[in-house]
């Protein structure tokens, strides 16, 4: 009795590799612009997981033609191994069949294809790179922020000592001119 294999990865996540992410979109959303922080700041997440979706995405389709790829490889080699002359031999060396596993047209198309998708699980990485670092920028520019608006309310609560000081010494000299009066 044969069993059934069920696959134990998540539903939602197998969702996850179909949906589709418009990368001139998440293109569009790598620079920052001064006018627009507090959205960037708050559109970031949303940026970094379609940024890990294409990654994925990308990931899984490199998975799945390098396994067609080995795959067609060996059917190729195995029918081209089977090729005997009329003597019975084979007629192909080893060296020969590798040559010609390579020269067959389904073998190449997907090559292609698996160049392609590595091509794009790279630029992946490079993407979920770029959003890291700009929420790196982020980070800092809002820390700066911080500290530059925590300067200004301390040389505020200063000049406010000072007129306060100030305030204080025109009080004493009035009441002491309505004492003098």
Do not use: C
């Amino acid at each position: 009795m044969s069993k059934i294999k069920v696959s134990k990865t998540p539903v939602s996540l197998l969702s996850l590799l179909e949906q589709k992410v418009n990368l001139t979109w998440l293109l569009s959303k790598v620079p920052l612009r001064e006018e627009e922080l507090i959205e960037a700041a708050l559109e970031q997440p949303k940026l970094i997981l379609a940024s890990g979706m294409v990654r994925v995405n990308a990931f899984h389709k490199r998975t799945l033609y390098e396994n067609r790829y080995s795959l067609y490889q060996a059917q190729a080699g195995l029918r081209l191994r089977r090729i005997r002359d009329a003597g019975g031999r084979k007629e192909f060396t080893e060296g020969a069949v590798k040559e010609r596993i390579q020269l067959q047209p389904k073998v190449q198309k997907v090559r292609r294809r698996l160049d392609k998708a590595l091509a794009e699980e790279e630029m992946g990485k490079l993407l979920q790179e770029v959003f890291r670092q700009r929420s790196d920028s982020l980070r800092v520019i809002v820390n700066a922020g911080k500290v530059s608006v925590h300067a200004k309310e301390l040389a505020m609560l200063r000049a406010n000592k000072s007129l306060g000081k100030a305030v204080s010494r025109i009080r004493d000299k009035w009441n002491k001119n309505d004492d003098e009066e």
